[in-house]
């Protein structure tokens, strides 16, 4: 299912902005807390990567028209996991940041935008960014700046590692 070629998409508040330069080309992944901004643009992406901490209801809509979900299962969010994976009827692949196990899956990654483009390298795509600005975050409510200011700077190192490319700042054309 995944192409040569996916796009995906960050929750960055220049996310619609993007995608009506850009475009999203081949395989469409979107990142948990973009889901609620992708929907109503009638978009419903290929896959959907998600820790399930962003607003449930446009995921789980997502999942029942056949968007291919994967549940990420970390150390704080097993109660999460547990009330709403049920919820999911479209194809769900579940995944961990510990040791993979029979049918869960370690793609790398921290953040739902840094694993969503883990697993496209993990299977030889090239990756498009859309809606990830790493110095201007977009903040859920109720988030704590300094938290996410650190956890983008994470999702920054692992995305550029992952496709390979030296540090090359907010404008570059694969940061968009």
């Not at 993979?100 to 299977?123: E, I």
Request: glycine residues 12%; proline residues 7%; aromatic residues 6%.
């Amino acid at each position: 299912m995944i192409g040569p070629v996916c796009t995906v998409m960050g929750a960055a508040d220049r996310l619609e902005g993007d995608i009506a330069s850009d475009g999203i080309k081949g395989t469409s992944i979107v990142a948990g807390s973009a889901a609620s901004r992708v929907l109503p643009l009638g978009i419903v992406p290929d896959i959907l990567v998600t820790d399930l901490d962003g607003e449930i209801g446009p995921q789980i809509e997502m999942s029942s028209r056949g968007t291919v979900t994967l549940i990420h299962a970390h150390g704080d969010n097993t109660d999460l996991v547990t009330r709403y994976a049920p919820e999911f009827r479209g194809p769900v692949v579940l995944t961990t940041q510990s040791a993979p196990c029979n049918t869960v899956y370690n793609f790398g990654g921290f953040t739902d935008g840094d694993r969503a483009v883990c697993m496209a390298r993990h299977f030889g795509s090239r990756v498009r960014l859309l809606g990830f600005d790493f110095s201007e975050p977009h903040l859920k409510p109720g988030s704590d700046p300094a938290i996410k200011a650190r956890k983008l700077r994470w999702a920054e190192e692992i995305i550029h590692s992952v496709l390979r490319l030296p540090f090359i700042g907010k404008g570059h054309p694969w940061l968009r």
